[in-house]
């Protein structure tokens, strides 16, 4: 019934913005279009080891194409559609975060939130394509209703990661050339899954919004909830529920501007049932901020997780400071996590400065440090008790 009530929300939007047959040549002038297309390339041959995660890569890229088509009405209501696809190819143990430690001994369970389990190190994955937005919307005085594959409220309403490299940071990276990064604090648990969506309009600086997800089982290439690498079942998720408030204000007199964003999901877990310590529900929660004054940003953040299990909870926290001068910004970026799921400690830290390229993109440098430690268990005798990759990283990002 709720897969009927979605597709029923997309037509009746396309047909109230298509307007009387007998002008369409003329009522299509009435719609404005744009698109845009942007690649981003990450050379890390430093960080790029074989490791615990299976085979590593000193060159990564991803692709991104998108467009929207929108029409004001005659009540002043905009109605909608936007789109993008995106081709990647990340580090090959671990597509969309999600990834198997490679260990002796038993495996698994899987993470709910974070895709992590113990157990044989997965297949090499290559380069990926996904569409990760398809969805049509309606705003007007009360909002906006979107209904489509889109990443939820909570993940829109993120606030607080700051650093000068836009796919290969130290916090939640959408390239990892090392692999060994395990901080994680972009609140996403369902994805680009169709899902239908209400943000209210920002009053007083506050803004709110609620998703529900029917079925969280679309594999993104950041978020990939089926991964089924080496025999460790990943847990399905159904009926998934965001709440998200984000809030932005500008001081005058300091000329200090103020965000934060605050976000919680919630989903049922539906299989694999048999495995101890799978609970029924998964709960997530995330804060984060930003200040800016001038030249100079500085952003917090945090988001722990459940993961679905009984024991088994995930937490990262994360801390950035930008400074900008002519064309050039300078940053520093920490974070750290925990993953009861794999045993696991992560730290990791990126120094880098980026040039704006004006209309052509940017190009940033800089130097990342990535430590894994494991806590030894009895299900776990083989693993080795830490990690390190360091080095220089590069990432251009092209804009034509």
């Known amino acids: 019934m709720i897969h009927i009530a ?28 744009d698109t845009y297309a942007e690649g981003v390339l990450v050379l890390a041959p430093g960080l790029a080891e ?23 009405l005659e009540s002043g209501a905009r109605v909608g559609f936007r789109g993008a696809f995106r081709l990647q190819r990340d580090q090959a143990g671990r597509p969309g975060f999600a990834g198997n ?35 049509v ?55 680009p899954s169709a899902k239908l969506s209400y943000t209210s309009p920002r009053l007083l600086g506050l803004k709110a919004g609620l998703s529900y997800t029917p079925q969280a089982d679309t594999r993104g290439l950041d978020r990939n909830p089926v991964f089924d690498g080496a025999d460790v079942a990943a847990p399905g998720l159904e009926n998934g529920f965001e ?18 964003g605050l976000g919680y999901s919630t989903a049922g877990l539906s299989a694999p049932q048999e495995e101890a310590g799978r609970a029924s529900l998964i709960e997530t929660f995330s804060a984060g ?5 001038g030249r100079w940003r500085v952003g917090v953040n945090a988001l722990f997780s459940d993961e679905g299990l009984e024991t088994g909870d995930y937490s990262a926290w994360s801390a950035g400071l930008a400074f900008e001068e002519g064309s050039w910004t300078y940053s520093a970026s920490f974070g750290a996590a925990s993953a009861d799921a794999i045993s696991a400690e992560s730290t990791s830290f990126t120094l880098g400065a980026a040039r704006d390229l004006g209309e052509i993109g940017t190009i940033a440098l800089g130097y990342q440090g990535h430590d894994l430690d494991w806590r030894a268990t009895a299900s776990m005798p083989d693993v080795p008790f830490g990690a390190r990759r360091e080095g220089i990283v590069v990432e251009i990002t092209l804009s034509p």
Do not use: C
């Open 137 to 191: 919307y309606l705003e007007g005085g009360y909002g906006e209703v979107s209904a489509g594959r889109d990443r939820g409220v909570a993940a829109r309403f993120h606030e607080g990661d700051v650093g000068v490299f836009s796919h290969a940071g130290a916090v939640s990276p959408f390239l990892d050339p090392s692999g060994y990064n395990l901080v994680q604090t972009r609140h996403d648990l369902t994805g």
């Open 289 to 293: 901020g930003e200040l800016e004054k």
């Open 50 to 72: 074989d490791g615990a995660f299976g085979e590593g890569k000193a060159g990564l890229f991803e692709i991104s194409l998108g467009g929207s088509a929108e029409r004001i």
């Open 101 to 135: 430690l490679a260990q002796g001994g038993p495996a698994g369970p899987r993470g709910g939130f974070t895709g992590l389990a113990a157990g044989p190190a997965a297949d090499a994955t290559g380069p990926r394509g996904s569409v990760e937005s398809a969805h």
């Open 243 to 260: 709440l998200a408030l984000n809030g932005s204000r500008r001081l005058r007199d300091s000329g200090l501007r103020l965000r934060a």
């Open 6 to 33: 979605l597709r029923g929300l997309i037509l009746a939007v396309m047909l109230f913005g298509a307007g009387p047959a007998a002008g369409q040549e003329e009522d299509f002038r009435l719609w404005e279009t």
